[in-house]
């Protein structure tokens, strides 16, 4: 388990080649592209998105991750969550693992709930770009995420898009993440704080 603490902008189409600029000229180097194809799960009932949590099984070009997370509070686009990752053998949730991990930390009341009757609800597939930057001694992951939401009701299959950037704390002083979201949103004016998760959005897609 760890807490995942991210800030999320929402990026207009038009920016998405000035955003990649400002990466590699950050970084030095050519961001690196990855396709991602994800399936939330919830119950019927959506017993898990009324605890705030989300259950993703998500494909990489290294094989099925399982993730399950406790979903906090968003404000001006950072999120800061509760987050189990753990790798499955195929395309299929391996619950058990998880609610072992999960009692340990003793959140494990929504999806123990939820675990007989856990259905795909809605999938986000994307393409990520990535590029790990150095500010003020932090280590952050930033992403440019481009693809969309699908979910399909009654046999209609609902989509809406997903463009914005991710950038992930993973090492440091969660001041500097601040600071270098300011850095961007200086050199890229269109951009907004995004407090909806993909999770979210999938879930409101829904409900239409």
């Known amino acids: 388990m760890g807490i995942e603490r991210e800030i999320k902008l929402a990026l207009p189409q038009e920016q998405v080649d000035a955003a990649k600029r400002f990466f590699e000229t950050r970084a030095g180097v050519a961001g690196q592209p990855i396709r991602l194809e994800n399936i939330y799960f919830d119950t019927p009932e959506l017993t898990l998105a009324r605890a705030k949590s989300a259950l993703r099984l998500r494909r990489t070009p290294d094989g099925w991750l399982q993730t399950f997370k406790t979903v906090g509070q968003a404000q001006n686009g950072l999120h800061a969550r509760h987050e189990w990752e753990m790798p ?47 500010h003020a001694g932090t280590q952050v992951e930033a992403a440019v995420d481009q693809g969309e939401v699908t979910a399909d009701v009654n046999g209609v299959t609902r989509r809406a898009p997903i463009c914005e950037i991710e950038l992930e704390l993973k090492d440091g002083d969660e001041a500097a993440l601040h ?30």
């Open 88 to 134: 499955v053998s195929g395309e299929a949730l391996e619950v058990d693992q998880l609610l072992h991990e999960c009692d340990e930390a003793g959140v494990s009341t929504a999806l123990s709930a939820a675990a007989a009757n856990l259905i795909p609800l809605f999938r986000t597939d994307f393409t990520r770009t990535l590029w790990t930057l150095t």
């Open 179 to 208: 600071a270098l979201a300011a850095e961007l949103a200086k050199a890229l004016p269109g951009l907004k704080p995004d407090d909806i998760s993909k999770a979210q959005r999938g879930y409101r897609l829904r409900e239409g």
